[in-house]
């Protein structure tokens, strides 16, 4: 039998151009900060690192076009998925800063606090001074507006986070959905404890309330319309200027936070304010995103026509919701503050925060 010689394969040398990634040195090759966006100020931040850019666009690096589409329609994040318009949406900075430690280490800090005041209140018995009407208001009206924060969060912010352009404003406003879900759910952790603190409190009437009650069902019908809006900009819009001044804060700080102590409450108003503090870091970036789209040198004008039109629409119903809620101020047994009074510190505020915006007045709040 014939015998067979190994074949002998050969590969061309590897030669090297100096083009390959990572040969060229040049004065930031050993640096951990990134440089291919502009930072908000002289250095960029943990927060601008991990955020700005992650979100492509073929407006900045994509330079071929989306690298993936809708089979129904356009690739990537479009644009036209809210009326508004922004010259650059990438100049948009959370003023919070919120990236992925923060979600955890501030909703943390808040879990903590809530946890405490809940076992300092079961140890002292605190809820056995409270006075029977106390408890109705807490159980009906507390109880309900569980079902608003969670809707909101579950519904409204959780859909919508991922239908901004950038980065930036989808992670605001998942750090939004998880501070409405945190809240809602303590609220029902609130309700549980109260339900085994015999003092009567019935831990299944905010069921009924939301369904059937008349002076909430305006706010059910509002939080469930604002589920149901496609654009992502007007949802926000909606909710965090319009519902959450004209609702959500004439509920929780305009009532709760004010007449809580006076009924003998130390504990409900440690656990709203833990809402009220998100709301506030939430419309901080809410205003800031706004406040650029009305300065917008190519498109605030329209954008400041476009929000008056979505004021048209939501702050009548926002208004009604607000007036239907005027007889819970009438169930508990001390009453330091009137509905009218109330309503005029939300509206003021409300109106305040239009013109930090350069947004005109609706004329239905003066009427």
């Not at 040049?26 to 690192?49: G, K, L």
């Not at 009206?141 to 909101?152: D, I, T, Y």
């Not at 809580?260 to 939430?282: L, M, Q, W």
């Not at 239009?354 to 007045?361: H, K, V």
């Amino acid at each position: 039998m014939a015998r067979t010689e190994a074949k002998t394969r050969s590969f061309p040398g590897i030669e090297f151009t100096d083009s390959e990634a990572g040969a060229l040195t040049f004065p930031s090759s050993t640096s951990r900060s990134y440089n291919y966006y502009q930072p908000a100020r002289r250095r960029a931040s943990i927060y601008e690192d991990v955020t700005v850019d992650v979100q492509p666009d073929p407006d900045r690096h994509l330079t071929q076009g989306w690298i993936y589409g809708f089979a129904t329609g356009p690739g990537g994040y479009p644009h036209d998925w809210t009326a508004a318009k922004s010259s650059n949406w990438h100049v948009f900075r959370d003023p919070n800063e919120e990236w992925n430690q923060t979600i955890y280490r501030n909703n943390s800090a808040v879990v903590h606090q809530v946890e405490l005041c809940l076992a300092n209140a079961k140890r002292a018995r605190a809820y056995q001074g409270w006075n029977p009407t106390w408890v109705k208001f807490v159980e009906r009206n507390l109880g309900a507006w569980m079902h608003v924060e969670n809707g909101l969060g579950l519904h409204v912010f959780t859909a919508i986070q991922r239908s901004g352009p950038t980065n930036m404003i989808n992670t605001a406003v998942a750090v939004n959905a998880a501070h409405k879900l945190r809240f809602a759910q303590d609220l029902a952790l609130y309700n549980l404890d109260l339900s085994e603190a015999g003092v009567g409190f019935d831990g299944e009437a905010h069921i009924g309330v939301w369904k059937d009650a008349p002076e909430w069902q305006p706010t059910r019908e509002i939080v469930e319309r604002l589920t149901a809006v496609e654009d992502w900009c007007q949802l926000l819009f909606a909710s965090n200027i319009v519902f959450e001044q004209l609702v959500g804060s004439l509920f929780r700080s305009e009532l709760v936070m004010q007449i809580s102590a006076r009924n003998g409450d130390y504990i409900t108003p440690t656990i709203v304010g833990t809402g009220e503090h998100d709301y506030d870091r939430d419309l901080s970036y809410t205003r800031n995103l706004f406040r650029l789209l009305t300065r917008d040198e190519t498109h605030g004008d329209a954008n400041k026509e476009l929000f008056g039109q979505w004021m048209s629409v939501w702050v009548p119903r926002a208004l009604d919701a607000a007036k239907a809620l005027q007889p819970i101020w009438s169930q508990p047994a001390d009453k330091p503050v009137t509905f009218a009074s109330s309503l005029e510190a939300a509206t003021s505020k409300f109106r305040s925060l239009l013109a930090e915006l350069d947004i005109d007045a609706p004329k239905e709040l003066d009427q």
